[in-house]
């Protein structure tokens, strides 16, 4: 079957770093999303990996391991606007994505 | 307009009800998708067309009823629905490299609330 797993919820303090991890079992692979999605609003993308290894974007960079179907997203110097839900997914095929559950973050002051 | 629009933004209808949700993206992507979010669950793809074919149906219900007029603009419409129909409903679009295998990111509307009394 295809799998994607996520913590459901994680919390954290303003300016420190999150890690979210990201497992997944998929029958194919063509690149692993991570997408941020405030309440009531629509999922945007944040970063793409389809070769091993750290992609960094500013404050959040997304690292993935092909052989160990992991990936994580860090977020550095956490800011109160970054209390969302994180979703991975995995395109593992064409149009086939496929969607973990979200983990939810709460940032606190 | 730019981007991925959906409207209604909220529904609220009836089990007797028919309803339709539009779409319109206005990237010039050659694919479009219907998205289920629920809680607590993954979002479930329910259809998606390329090029105004529809490409996936993964085993939805007939009382949904996909329709692409064009490459801009999807239709997902809507008779006796249950309440376990009630979620967001999504409407996204990329642009794939067809036959290569190149993943397209994602662009996602906004969302149409659907609440089946």
């Known amino acids: 079957g295809q799998n994607i797993d996520q913590p459901t919820e994680m919390t954290a303090t303003e300016g420190a770093i999150v890690q979210i991890n990201c497992t997944y079992q998929?029958?194919?692979?063509?690149?692993l999303f991570w997408y941020q999605q405030h309440a009531g609003e629509a999922p945007t993308f944040l970063s793409y990996n389809v070769l091993d290894g750290l992609e960094e974007k500013g404050r959040f960079s997304s690292f993935l391991s092909r052989s160990k179907g992991y990936s994580y997203l860090l977020l550095k110097e956490l800011q109160m606007k970054d209390s969302a839900s994180y979703l991975c997914?995995?395109?593992?095929?064409?149009?086939?994505?496929?969607f973990g559950t979200g983990t939810r973050l709460k940032v606190l002051a | 307009e730019t981007g991925v629009t959906q409207t209604p933004r909220h529904l609220v209808m009836g089990m007797t009800n028919k309803k339709s949700l539009k779409c319109e993206q206005h990237l010039g992507h050659n694919a479009m998708y219907w998205y289920k979010q629920s809680a607590k669950k993954p979002l479930e793809l329910m259809f998606v067309?390329?090029?105004?074919?529809?490409?996936e149906n993964n085993s939805v219900p007939s009382r949904f009823s996909p329709e692409c007029p064009n490459s801009s603009h999807l239709f997902l419409h809507l008779h006796t629905l249950q309440p376990e129909d009630s979620a967001l409903y999504l409407c996204?679009?990329?642009?794939?490299?067809?036959?290569?295998?190149?993943?397209?990111?994602?662009?996602f509307g906004e969302g149409s609330r659907l609440t089946v009394l």
């Open positions: 998929t029958s194919g692979f063509n690149g």
């Open positions: 996204a679009s990329s642009q794939e490299g067809v036959g290569q295998g190149i993943a397209g990111e994602l662009f």
């Open positions: 997914a995995v395109d593992s095929g064409t149009y086939k994505y496929i």
């Open positions: 067309y390329s090029l105004e074919e529809r490409v």
